[in-house]
């Protein structure tokens, strides 16, 4: 999880492409790079995986981790208001659509962890730290 999250990064900020990944990493990882790539907000994932499929399922868990461990990265970036409530509408979505997927992971335990701080700084004025 943590090598295709930093892949994903790898892909949009450089020429490297889903392929190169493939060619030097594990199938699995490519995979989850390329299809992550191509969702901003997971729910359209949904409609093209069988989540009664075991193997389906893993993956789109794997993905929806991947989104919280990229949630939790720009949250600590995020520093002007109008980019925070961007962000937050997205993780607030996120959240209420994939939360009893995927609750009881830690990943999406520290997600929840930033995601109410920003609330709160938000609310109240303060600068997220």
């Not at 999880?1 to 990064?9: N, R, T």
């Not at 060619?23 to 989850?32: G, K, M, Q, R, T």
């Not at 995986?49 to 868990?61: E, I, T």
């Not at 409530?85 to 999406?108: D, L």
């Amino acid at each position: 999880m943590v090598i295709a999250g930093i892949l994903h990064d790898i892909t949009i900020e450089t020429h490297i492409t889903p392929e190169d990944i493939e060619n030097n990493f594990d199938s699995n990882v490519a995979e989850l790079v390329r299809v992550y790539s191509l969702y901003d907000d997971m729910t359209e994932l949904i409609d093209y995986y069988d989540l009664n499929d075991k193997n389906d399922y893993k993956f789109v868990k794997d993905l929806l981790l991947l989104k919280c461990m990229d949630y939790y990265d720009i949250m600590k970036f995020c520093s002007d208001c109008e980019s925070k409530n961007k962000i937050s509408k997205k993780m607030h979505r996120f959240k209420n659509r994939f939360e009893e997927m995927i609750k009881n992971e830690k990943v999406y335990k520290l997600f929840l962890n930033q995601f109410k701080n920003i609330n709160l700084n938000s609310r109240y004025g303060r600068k997220n730290i």
